[in-house]
């Protein structure tokens, strides 16, 4: 599983952003798709995650109600919807995959290369 995440950029405090996850792979529909992020300085952490088929997700109290995780398995590809962008949410951000459905960064096998994500206020 190859996997691409895009989207980031630099934005304002209030704003929205989308990232994109693109993967290469048979059956997308088998893995479960995480965002994880990495402020600058700090440890990586859990962002959101969505089940194999988009009908579970989860969020970290920190972004629940502003972010929104997607998928599209017949598009092979996922998507982090940010809404009301804050100074604290400056990071790179990263998907990953895995057939496990989790919030743990270590369950996840396969990992694409970040995004940076810049809110200034």
């Known amino acids: 599983v190859q996997l691409q995440a895009s989207g980031g950029g630099l934005v304002q405090a209030g704003d929205s952003l989308t990232l994109s996850c693109a993967a290469s792979?048979?059956?997308?529909?088998?893995?479960?798709v995480g965002w994880f992020r990495q402020p600058p300085g700090k440890e990586r952490e859990f962002v959101a995650a969505?089940?194999?088929?988009?009908?579970?997700?989860a969020y970290s109290d920190n972004v629940q109600g502003r972010f929104t995780v997607s998928r599209d398995n017949a598009k092979n590809a996922a998507w982090l919807q940010m809404n009301s962008l804050k100074d604290e949410d400056t990071a790179v951000y990263y998907c990953?995959?895995?057939?496990?459905?989790?919030?743990?960064?270590?369950?996840?096998?396969?990992w694409g290369r970040g995004t940076q994500v810049t809110v200034s206020s």
């Open positions: 990953a995959a895995d057939r496990v459905y989790s919030s743990d960064a270590r369950q996840y096998y396969f």
């Open positions: 792979v048979r059956t997308f529909s088998n893995y479960a």
């Open positions: 969505v089940n194999w088929s988009g009908g579970s997700t």
